[in-house]
Protein backbone atom coordinates (compact mmCIF):
# COMPACT_ATOMS: atom_id res chain seq x y z
CA UNK A 1 0.00 0.00 0.00
CA UNK A 2 1.08 3.60 -0.93
CA UNK A 3 0.45 6.54 1.61
CA UNK A 4 0.34 10.07 0.52
CA UNK A 5 0.21 12.64 3.29
CA UNK A 6 -1.21 15.88 2.98
CA UNK A 7 0.17 18.41 6.01
CA UNK A 8 -3.81 18.88 7.23
CA UNK A 9 -3.28 21.48 9.77
CA UNK A 10 -3.59 24.89 8.30
CA UNK A 11 -4.30 25.97 4.53
CA UNK A 12 -5.85 24.71 1.30
CA UNK A 13 -5.04 21.07 2.14
CA UNK A 14 -8.51 19.42 1.23
CA UNK A 15 -7.94 21.02 -2.19
CA UNK A 16 -4.99 19.24 -2.62
CA UNK A 17 -6.72 15.75 -1.73
CA UNK A 18 -9.48 16.44 -3.74
CA UNK A 19 -6.55 17.10 -6.78
CA UNK A 20 -4.89 13.96 -5.75
CA UNK A 21 -7.72 11.02 -5.50
CA UNK A 22 -8.77 12.68 -9.15
CA UNK A 23 -5.42 12.35 -10.22
CA UNK A 24 -4.70 8.76 -9.25
CA UNK A 25 -8.37 8.23 -10.41
CA UNK A 26 -7.60 9.47 -13.98
CA UNK A 27 -3.96 7.77 -13.96
CA UNK A 28 -6.51 4.42 -13.26
CA UNK A 29 -3.85 3.79 -10.74
CA UNK A 30 -6.82 2.36 -7.99
CA UNK A 31 -6.64 -0.47 -10.67
CA UNK A 32 -3.22 -1.56 -10.28
CA UNK A 33 -2.00 -0.46 -6.59
CA UNK A 34 -3.78 0.15 -3.32
CA UNK A 35 -2.89 4.42 -2.94
CA UNK A 36 -4.50 6.16 -0.61
CA UNK A 37 -4.47 9.93 0.46
CA UNK A 38 -4.34 10.70 3.88
CA UNK A 39 -4.90 13.86 6.36
CA UNK A 40 -1.58 14.18 8.87
CA UNK A 41 -2.17 15.59 11.70
CA UNK A 42 0.12 13.91 14.35
CA UNK A 43 3.21 11.98 14.22
CA UNK A 44 1.73 8.31 13.60
CA UNK A 45 -0.01 9.14 10.82
CA UNK A 46 3.19 11.04 9.18
CA UNK A 47 5.57 7.97 10.06
CA UNK A 48 3.09 6.18 7.67
CA UNK A 49 3.31 8.27 4.65
CA UNK A 50 5.72 7.22 1.68
CA UNK A 51 5.34 11.14 0.46
CA UNK A 52 4.26 14.21 1.75
CA UNK A 53 2.27 17.81 0.17
CA UNK A 54 2.35 20.87 2.35
CA UNK A 55 0.08 23.22 0.95
CA UNK A 56 -0.50 26.62 0.83
CA UNK A 57 -1.70 28.48 3.64
CA UNK A 58 0.25 31.66 5.82
CA UNK A 59 3.54 30.06 6.93
CA UNK A 60 4.06 31.81 10.25
CA UNK A 61 0.67 29.89 11.53
CA UNK A 62 1.20 26.62 9.79
CA UNK A 63 5.11 26.85 11.39
CA UNK A 64 3.46 27.92 15.21
CA UNK A 65 0.32 24.98 14.82
CA UNK A 66 2.99 22.74 13.75
CA UNK A 67 5.31 23.24 16.71
CA UNK A 68 2.23 23.32 19.16
CA UNK A 69 1.69 19.69 17.79
CA UNK A 70 5.07 18.77 18.56
CA UNK A 71 5.39 18.19 14.58
CA UNK A 72 8.90 20.32 14.23
CA UNK A 73 11.19 18.08 14.28
CA UNK A 74 9.30 14.58 12.96
CA UNK A 75 8.58 16.51 9.98
CA UNK A 76 12.24 17.64 9.75
CA UNK A 77 12.57 13.95 9.93
CA UNK A 78 10.20 12.78 7.11
CA UNK A 79 11.71 15.09 4.66
CA UNK A 80 15.40 14.49 5.62
CA UNK A 81 14.60 10.47 5.20
CA UNK A 82 14.36 10.87 1.46
CA UNK A 83 10.95 10.85 1.07
CA UNK A 84 9.06 12.78 -1.79
CA UNK A 85 7.77 15.92 -0.96
CA UNK A 86 5.81 18.74 -2.09
CA UNK A 87 5.15 22.66 -0.41
CA UNK A 88 2.99 24.72 -2.86
CA UNK A 89 3.07 29.09 -1.48
CA UNK A 90 3.50 28.35 2.58
CA UNK A 91 4.16 24.71 2.02
CA UNK A 92 7.27 26.02 -0.29
CA UNK A 93 8.25 28.51 2.54
CA UNK A 94 8.31 25.81 4.87
CA UNK A 95 10.43 23.44 2.69
CA UNK A 96 13.28 26.61 2.22
CA UNK A 97 16.72 26.63 4.00
CA UNK A 98 16.50 30.21 4.41
CA UNK A 99 13.85 32.63 4.06
CA UNK A 100 14.66 36.81 3.57
CA UNK A 101 11.74 38.13 5.05
CA UNK A 102 11.47 35.98 7.99
CA UNK A 103 8.88 36.95 11.29
CA UNK A 104 10.37 36.35 14.39
CA UNK A 105 9.91 32.76 15.60
CA UNK A 106 8.98 31.50 11.96
CA UNK A 107 10.55 27.92 11.87
CA UNK A 108 11.22 26.51 8.48
CA UNK A 109 11.90 22.41 8.00
CA UNK A 110 14.55 22.71 5.30
CA UNK A 111 14.79 20.72 1.99
CA UNK A 112 15.33 22.93 -0.39
CA UNK A 113 18.87 24.34 -0.69
CA UNK A 114 17.08 28.29 -1.62
CA UNK A 115 16.03 31.19 -0.14
CA UNK A 116 13.01 32.17 -0.53
CA UNK A 117 11.18 35.81 -0.46
CA UNK A 118 7.44 35.38 1.29
CA UNK A 119 4.77 37.95 -0.19
CA UNK A 120 7.27 38.84 -2.86
CA UNK A 121 5.04 40.32 -5.26
CA UNK A 122 4.25 44.04 -5.49
CA UNK A 123 0.55 45.34 -4.45
CA UNK A 124 -0.95 45.13 -7.92
CA UNK A 125 0.25 41.67 -8.37
CA UNK A 126 -0.40 40.45 -5.30
CA UNK A 127 -2.54 37.32 -6.37
CA UNK A 128 -3.31 36.46 -9.95
CA UNK A 129 -4.22 33.93 -12.53
CA UNK A 130 -1.82 33.35 -15.14
CA UNK A 131 -1.72 31.03 -18.10
CA UNK A 132 1.77 29.43 -18.19
CA UNK A 133 4.14 26.82 -19.82
CA UNK A 134 5.06 23.56 -18.34
CA UNK A 135 5.70 21.76 -21.11
CA UNK A 136 9.66 21.88 -20.76
CA UNK A 137 8.64 19.13 -17.81
CA UNK A 138 5.52 18.13 -17.75
CA UNK A 139 4.45 17.15 -21.27
CA UNK A 140 1.68 19.11 -23.24
CA UNK A 141 1.19 21.40 -20.71
CA UNK A 142 1.56 24.73 -22.15
CA UNK A 143 -1.31 26.89 -21.05
CA UNK A 144 -2.01 25.45 -16.91
CA UNK A 145 -4.09 28.24 -15.43
CA UNK A 146 -1.59 29.35 -12.87
CA UNK A 147 -3.08 30.76 -9.29
CA UNK A 148 -0.52 32.91 -7.34
CA UNK A 149 -1.89 34.47 -3.46
CA UNK A 150 0.63 36.63 -1.85
CA UNK A 151 3.27 33.82 -3.19
CA UNK A 152 6.97 33.83 -2.48
CA UNK A 153 9.24 33.61 -5.23
CA UNK A 154 12.85 31.78 -4.65
CA UNK A 155 14.93 34.43 -4.50
CA UNK A 156 18.40 32.57 -4.58
CA UNK A 157 19.29 29.05 -5.33
CA UNK A 158 21.96 28.00 -2.87
CA UNK A 159 24.80 25.80 -3.03
CA UNK A 160 23.52 22.17 -1.95
CA UNK A 161 23.83 20.71 1.25
CA UNK A 162 26.56 17.67 1.22
CA UNK A 163 25.62 14.49 -0.63
CA UNK A 164 22.07 16.60 -2.13
CA UNK A 165 22.19 16.74 -5.63
CA UNK A 166 21.74 20.40 -7.23
CA UNK A 167 18.77 22.73 -7.01
CA UNK A 168 17.21 22.65 -10.60
CA UNK A 169 15.02 25.46 -11.89
CA UNK A 170 11.80 24.41 -13.37
CA UNK A 171 9.95 27.55 -14.06
CA UNK A 172 10.18 31.31 -14.12
CA UNK A 173 7.48 33.99 -14.76
CA UNK A 174 8.03 35.23 -18.03
CA UNK A 175 9.69 38.43 -18.37
CA UNK A 176 6.84 41.00 -18.48
CA UNK A 177 5.75 39.81 -15.14
CA UNK A 178 8.97 39.73 -13.55
CA UNK A 179 10.98 36.18 -14.28
CA UNK A 180 11.47 35.64 -10.97
CA UNK A 181 11.75 31.73 -9.91
CA UNK A 182 8.69 29.45 -9.06
CA UNK A 183 9.38 26.22 -9.10
CA UNK A 184 12.68 24.40 -8.28
CA UNK A 185 13.70 20.53 -7.72
CA UNK A 186 16.05 19.09 -5.56
CA UNK A 187 16.16 15.24 -5.69
CA UNK A 188 12.64 14.14 -4.50
CA UNK A 189 11.75 17.60 -3.42
CA UNK A 190 9.36 19.74 -5.13
CA UNK A 191 8.54 23.52 -4.76
CA UNK A 192 6.32 25.92 -6.35
CA UNK A 193 5.29 29.51 -5.36
CA UNK A 194 1.21 28.59 -7.23
CA UNK A 195 -0.90 26.80 -5.78
CA UNK A 196 -2.33 23.85 -8.48
CA UNK A 197 -4.57 22.51 -5.89
CA UNK A 198 -6.82 25.76 -6.97
CA UNK A 199 -6.68 25.39 -10.60
CA UNK A 200 -9.52 22.82 -12.19
CA UNK A 201 -6.88 20.84 -13.71
CA UNK A 202 -5.18 18.02 -12.00
CA UNK A 203 -2.19 17.37 -14.28
CA UNK A 204 0.25 18.79 -11.89
CA UNK A 205 -0.87 16.67 -9.27
CA UNK A 206 -0.38 13.68 -11.64
CA UNK A 207 2.86 14.85 -13.15
CA UNK A 208 3.84 14.86 -9.44
CA UNK A 209 2.55 11.63 -8.14
CA UNK A 210 3.84 9.51 -11.23
CA UNK A 211 7.72 11.29 -11.33
CA UNK A 212 7.97 11.78 -7.68
CA UNK A 213 6.15 9.18 -5.83
CA UNK A 214 5.60 6.06 -7.80
CA UNK A 215 9.24 6.42 -9.51
CA UNK A 216 10.41 6.04 -5.89
CA UNK A 217 8.30 3.06 -4.94
CA UNK A 218 9.00 -0.07 -5.99
CA UNK A 219 5.93 -2.06 -7.29
CA UNK A 220 6.23 -5.55 -5.65
N1 LIG B 1 1.90 34.75 2.20
C1 LIG B 1 1.80 33.43 2.76
C2 LIG B 1 2.94 33.13 3.69
O1 LIG B 1 3.80 33.92 3.88
C3 LIG B 1 1.72 32.38 1.69
C4 LIG B 1 0.47 32.54 0.90
C5 LIG B 1 -0.10 31.26 0.40
O2 LIG B 1 0.26 30.17 0.80
N2 LIG B 1 -1.08 31.41 -0.47
O3 LIG B 1 2.98 32.09 4.26
Excluded at 146 to 175: C, D, H, M, N, Y
Amino acid sequence: QIVIGVLAIQGAFREHIQHLVKAIDELGLQEKLEISVFEVRDEETLVRCDALVIPGGESTTMSLVAQRLNLLEPLRQFIASGKPAWGTCAGLIMLSSSLQNKSCDQQLLGGLDIETTRNAFGRQLDSFIADLDYSKFIPGLTAFQTVFIRGPVISKILPPSPGKPKVEVLASLPEERGSQIIAVRQGDILGTSFHPELSEDVSFHKWWVQDFVLSKITIT
